[in-house]
């Protein structure tokens, strides 16, 4: 059989996106200098990328960390720490092949060895370790490659490799046994280098002057491509109220943020001190249910929740008008998008919910809504949706605390709590493969009793990996997103639109999923 050659994607990704003829030149920092603080809405949990899904932690921890793959602007793979990959013709081998002359922060040669280590870590501690499910085993044949070998085809898997919801960073090989969130001095490849954390107050990376840029590329593309840090320090000053965030871009302690609540936007746009930059399709507001905890135990008692829900009340209410009705998991305008489990979505039924109430024998029984105030959007339907589910007769109570403290008791128990308020943004943005993870082993968010997946929603999810054809993983999503949503294991509220905001001396910044620091500097 005739052997593919080594096919150095990132190179053809960027001749498409930057042409040779339009800069000569890759890109060099206009201007170097400075403390670019940006303003953060919420706390981390953890700088431990492996470990975390959240927001707060990527917007961060992407900025100090890097891949194998990850992807561009136009959400397609590419390569970032291999210069190189190599499909076997059988598709049951992939080959890396790592650029050559990067080093860690601490100054570290980056070898395999750091990718084999890296992977053996994520296969214990990742959160979406279900991505090497279909792989059998990977070794570094030399210092320079690395290479991953299936167990079956998988044709997403290049799909699933290069996602940068919850990826597979590369660290140290000496970090391979730390546990699950205790990677408190991150270190890694990036344009940035971790300096220090205040917890619920700042973190503050610096340029590694170490860093290689990838040659491959001329400018940066998504989260990869030619990168350059040009500031001398970021600081992500946790500033979770939002008039606060925006009083301190207008007053300039600030010089970005990362959400411009929608009552201040008509006075910042008059500041000619100020850009507005608006971010369509942000995020999908989002309930997710507690199944193993009574009574969101008992499907009816989600029916009954589900019927009672008014949408547009919730999602005016999360976003101050920014927003539009959406079913599932995806956008309309993104090439995945299906509208299948319609029928279930924004019903605003109180007599059914009722129904549905009194054939589940439902006695009262509190249903926790576990919210946050670092994400009004997330409080705010949470209190929307207790207001409903009261009027109904449901005993609807609150458990509000902070960000992380929310997230750490969704993936850590199924006591206390029966709905936990969140959005997905970045993952429906990478594809409904990335955004279905969610809800599948091992762990899968709607808390599925002893830890088992619902057969059938595996089965689904199962086809939108393996099926050969686009056509057929389509369809197994729409599948999997009608069963999901008449199983009631998410409630999607509804699409939030994003808007984000820098002082008008900083040139570079572009809206993406994770605010990028790199090629972003102060003009003169």
Same mark, same amino acid.
């Given at each position: 059989m005739k052997r593919r050659r080594f096919i150095p994607i990132g190179l053809a990704a960027a001749v498409a996106l930057f042409p040779i003829s339009a800069r000569a030149e890759p890109f060099k920092c206009p201007h170097v200098g400075g403390d670019f603080v940006f303003g953060q809405e919420a706390n981390i949990n953890t700088l431990d990328q492996m470990t975390s899904p959240t927001i707060s932690t990527r917007n961060i921890a992407m900025n100090i960390y890097e891949s194998l793959m990850t992807r561009d602007e136009n959400n397609h793979p590419i390569l970032e720490l291999a210069e190189a990959m190599h499909e076997a013709p059988d598709q049951l081998t992939y080959t890396f092949r790592l650029r050559a002359g990067i080093h860690f922060h601490n100054g570290k040669p980056l070898t395999s060895a750091d990718v084999v280590a890296s992977f053996d870590r994520y296969a214990k501690v990742g959160i979406q370790r279900n991505m090497l499910s279909s792989v059998d085993r990977w070794d570094a044949p030399d210092a320079a490659t690395f290479r991953i070998r299936m167990k079956h085809i998988q044709p997403t898997f290049i799909e699933s490799l290069s996602s940068f919801s919850v990826p597979i960073v590369i660290i140290p090989a000496e970090s391979r046994d730390v546990p699950a969130q205790q990677l408190t001095t991150p270190i890694g490849t990036g344009p940035y280098r971790f300096v220090e954390a205040e917890p619920g107050v700042a973190v503050k990376l610096k340029r590694y002057d170490g860093y290689k840029p990838n040659t491959s590329f001329q400018d940066r593309t998504g989260l990869g491509g030619y990168k350059q840090a040009c500031f001398d320090t970021v600081t992500f000053r946790i500033v979770t109220e939002p008039g606060a965030r925006a009083a301190g871009l207008i007053s300039g302690e600030l010089q970005g943020i990362e959400d411009l609540p929608a009552k201040s936007v008509a006075s910042v746009e008059a500041d000619k001190h100020i850009t507005v930059l608006p971010l369509k399709n942000w995020?999908?507001?989002?309930?997710? #249910?507690?199944?193993?905890?009574? #009574?969101?135990?008992?499907?009816?008692?989600?029916?009954?929740?589900?019927?009672?829900?008014?949408?547009?009340?919730?999602?005016?209410?999360?976003?101050?008008? $920014?927003?539009?009705?959406?079913?599932?998991?995806?956008? #309309?305008?993104?090439?995945?998008?299906?509208?299948?489990?319609?029928?279930?979505?924004?019903?605003?039924?109180?007599?059914?919910?009722?129904?549905?109430?009194?054939?589940?024998?439902?006695?009262?029984?509190?249903?926790?809504?576990?919210? $946050?105030?670092?994400?009004?959007?997330?409080?705010?339907?949470?209190?929307?949706?207790?207001?409903?589910?009261?009027?109904?007769?449901?005993?609807?109570?609150?458990?509000?605390?902070?960000?992380?403290?929310?997230?750490?008791?969704?993936?850590?128990?199924?006591?206390?709590?029966?709905?936990?308020?969140?959005?997905?943004?970045?993952? #429906?943005?990478?594809?409904?493969?990335?955004?279905?993870r969610f809800l599948v082993q091992p762990n899968a968010t709607y808390k599925p009793a002893d830890g088992k997946d619902d057969p059938d929603v595996l089965a689904a999810w199962e086809d939108m990996n393996i099926l050969p054809t686009a056509e057929g993983r389509q369809k197994a999503f729409a599948h999997m997103q009608a069963l999901v949503l008449d199983r009631v294991y998410a409630l999607p509220f509804g699409a939030f639109n994003k808007i984000q905001a820098v002082r008008a001396n900083v040139e570079g910044f572009v809206p993406f999923r994770i605010p990028r620091m790199a090629n972003v500097w102060f003009n003169r």
């Open positions: 995020w999908i507001q989002i309930a997710n #249910p507690n199944t193993s905890n009574p #009574p969101t135990d008992k499907l009816l008692v989600r029916k009954a929740i589900q019927a009672a829900l008014d949408m547009d009340e919730i999602m005016d209410a999360a976003s101050d008008g $920014n927003y539009r009705l959406n079913v599932g998991f995806q956008y #309309p305008d993104q090439p995945d998008y299906t509208d299948a489990g319609k029928e279930t979505y924004n019903l605003h039924n109180p007599e059914l919910a009722k129904k549905y109430l009194a054939d589940a024998g439902y006695q009262g029984e509190s249903v926790v809504l576990l919210t $946050n105030k670092d994400y009004p959007p997330m409080y705010n339907s949470a209190l929307v949706m207790q207001q409903q589910l009261q009027a109904v007769g449901i005993n609807a109570q609150m458990k509000v605390v902070d960000w992380p403290a929310s997230i750490q008791m969704s993936m850590n128990t199924t006591e206390g709590w029966n709905f936990l308020f969140t959005a997905w943004g970045t993952q #429906p943005a990478l594809g409904s493969l990335a955004t279905m």
